[in-house]
Nanobody, 123 residues
Framework: VQLQASGGGLVQTGGSLRLSCTAS????????VAWFRQAPGLGREFVAA????????TISDSLEGRFTISRDNTRDTVYLQVNSLKPEDTAAYYC?????????????????WGRGTQVTVSS
C-alpha cells in the first residue's frame, strides 16, 4: 500500500486546511487510517484515527474540537480537516494505515506510511 499526502501549506493563525491522503495498491475500505504529526525537534505524535468498518474516530484530546478525520472509500482517500490553526500546529503531517480493524494511537500499530505534508501556521 502506498500513501500520498497533500494539502499542506502556509496559513495564518485561525485559518483552516484540509489535508488529503490517497492510498493505492490495497483495499482502502479495509484499512484503518490515521494522521500523525511531527514538529521540528520533536517526536511524531498521534493526531487522529479512523478504523475501517463501523468504528468511530479517535482524535487526540488536545486537538478535539478543531481537527476532524473522515474518509471517502470511493476515492481511496482519508481527510484531515484542521480548523482554528495555531502556530503550535506547525508540523509535518503524516498519514498512516493498518489492516487491523481497530485503531490505536501508537506509531508501531501502523504498517504503511506516507511522506509528510508540511503545515506552517504564521502568527
Amino acid at each position: 500500500v502506498q500513501l500520498q499526502a497533500s494539502g499542506g501549506g502556509l496559513v495564518q493563525t485561525g485559518g483552516s486546511l484540509r489535508l488529503s491522503c490517497t492510498a493505492s495498491g490495497g483495499t482502502f475500505s479495509r484499512l484503518t487510517v490515521a494522521w500523525f504529526r511531527q514538529a521540528p525537534g520533536l517526536g511524531r505524535e498521534f493526531v487522529a484515527a479512523l478504523p475501517w468498518g463501523t468504528g468511530s474516530s479517535t482524535i487526540s484530546d488536545s486537538l478535539e474540537g478543531r481537527f476532524t478525520i473522515s474518509r471517502d472509500n470511493t476515492r481511496d482517500t482519508v481527510y484531515l480537516q484542521v480548523n482554528s490553526l495555531k502556530p503550535e500546529d506547525t508540523a509535518a503531517y503524516y498519514c498512516a494505515a493498518s489492516p487491523s480493524v481497530q485503531s490505536r494511537r501508537h506509531l508501531s500499530w501502523y504498517e504503511y506510511w506516507g511522506r509528510g505534508t508540511q503545515v506552517t501556521v504564521s502568527s
